[in-house]
């Protein structure tokens, strides 16, 4: 059952090393990310399911990565590796991390997050609001008590200088998202525009209809902590407990 959840952005400039100059930008993004994960150590799970954007966008583009999966933002010019929770002391076969769940990585090491074991999940952009529901309902029957960090950004169409140029359809967008989330209001995530979100470059609209669907019946209630759109892409944080 599904007893506690965090909703964090997950863009790469998050780690100070890939941001470089302008790191202290977004430190109010990590510190209010750093409050939301402290809800799910207080609710003491017993599984933290990390669930992001898979870098697939086929309708069946799911990956699960095992405690112990290796992730890297080497690709951004930097030396920094991240691991999904604790070394298992052996080594994880299979795909490295995605950027957004190594994003999720590295918030939890930097939390120093020990306080249940961790799992993965991939989510592919194209994935409908009913698959979504079908894997947060697995995700919660995975064990008794079970915390989901969930990573995604709204749109990238904010400015005129946004990854995705500005697009006037955007702002509402990402204030109906955010009114959901801080409401943990499970119907009207379930009702965002995937082919809306597709269009304004929404990474986080599938991993929010799984936290949607892993809530079902809980009662969580649910606190938006941050929402702004620094760079012009939309960037939000919420607790749910």
Do not use: N
Not at 27 to 44: E, F, Q, S, Y
Not at 53 to 59: D, K, L, M, Y
Not at 82 to 98: F, H, I, M, S, Y
Not at 132 to 138: S, T
């Amino acid at each position: 059952m599904l007893v506690a959840a965090a909703v964090c952005p997950c863009p790469p400039l998050l780690v100070p090393e890939v941001a470089s100059g302008a790191a202290p930008e977004l430190d109010p993004v990590r510190a209010t990310c750093t409050d939301a994960l402290g809800v799910l150590a207080a609710a003491r799970p017993d599984l933290l399911m990390v669930v992001g954007p898979a870098e697939g966008t086929g309708p069946e583009e799911t990956e699960r990565y095992p405690q112990g999966t290796r992730g890297t933002f080497r690709g951004f010019g930097v030396d920094v590796d991240v691991r999904l929770g604790a070394d298992r002391g052996g080594q994880v076969t299979g795909p490295e991390l995605p950027y957004g769940l190594a994003v999720g990585a590295w918030l939890l090491a930097r939390t120093g997050w020990s306080d249940a074991p961790v799992e993965g999940l991939g989510v592919g952009e194209s994935l409908a609001a009913e698959g979504c529901a079908a894997l947060g309902q697995d995700i919660a029957g995975r064990a008794g008590r079970v915390a989901m960090l969930v990573l995604g950004d709204a749109s990238a169409c904010r400015t005129l200088k946004a990854p995705g140029y500005l697009d006037e359809r955007a702002a509402p967008f990402d204030a109906e998202a955010a009114s959901a989330l801080g409401a943990a209001d499970l119907a009207a995530l379930r009702a965002l525009d995937a082919e809306l979100a597709h269009e304004l470059k929404v990474s986080g609209r599938a991993p929010w209809q799984v936290l949607a669907g892993a809530a079902e019946g809980t009662g969580l209630s649910g606190a938006l902590l941050y929402a702004d759109a620094p760079y012009g892409v939309g960037y939000m944080v919420a607790a749910w407990s």
